[in-house]
């Protein structure tokens, strides 16, 4: 099954893939690499998914707001490669930097929501290595960034 089919057996309807608000593009490619700069928590109705994990949202919020990038993601990768998903490889990296609190230790839960998306969309080629960084403050408030690396075929 191809990963477009995948999108539609999910019911997945991917964002717009938003363009850069600084100085930086929102992907690169690099050889067979494609980076793709960090997406930000975006709820379906463009609305920012702001606060800190582990006091203004729990767990849950954070795992959604985290799956929200990572749509933000494969809308990113999808515009790269000419809406042509068959382009990947495999999904080689994901970095997410949590909004939380001093004493929160879950990060890797929250991030969760973006590998959980990456690899139902993707299945083995989604399968990725990952960092989950906890940080105190978020570029507008956000709760949730993610960044990722994919391999080109």
């Known amino acids: 099954m191809s990963y477009e089919e995948n999108l539609k057996k999910l019911n997945i309807k991917l964002p717009d893939a938003k363009a850069p608000v600084g100085n930086y593009v ?4 690099s050889g067979k690499m494609l980076f ?3 997406q930000i928590s975006i709820d379906e ?5 702001k606060g800190k994990i582990g006091k203004d949202l729990d767990i849950d919020a954070g795992y959604n707001a985290a799956k929200r990038c990572a ?4 809308a990113q990768v999808y515009k790269a490669c000419n809406n042509d998903l068959s382009k990947i490889k495999s999904c080689v990296k994901l ?3 949590v909004n939380s609190t001093d004493v929160f ?4 839960k929250v991030l969760n929501g973006a590998s959980d998306l990456i690899a139902s969309i993707f299945g083995n080629a989604g399968m990725h290595t990952r960092a989950a960084v906890s940080v105190n403050s978020l570029p507008l408030g956000v709760s949730v960034e ?3 690396i994919f391999e080109l075929n």
Not at 71 to 74: N, Q
Not at 105 to 108: A, G, S
């Open 26 to 29: 929102a992907t690169k490619v």
């Open 36 to 38: 793709i700069s960090g």
């Open 45 to 49: 109705n463009g609305q920012l998914i």
């Open 71 to 74: 749509l933000s993601i494969v």
């Open 95 to 97: 970095t997410g930097f």
């Open 105 to 108: 230790v879950d990060q890797p």
């Open 146 to 148: 993610v960044d990722a």
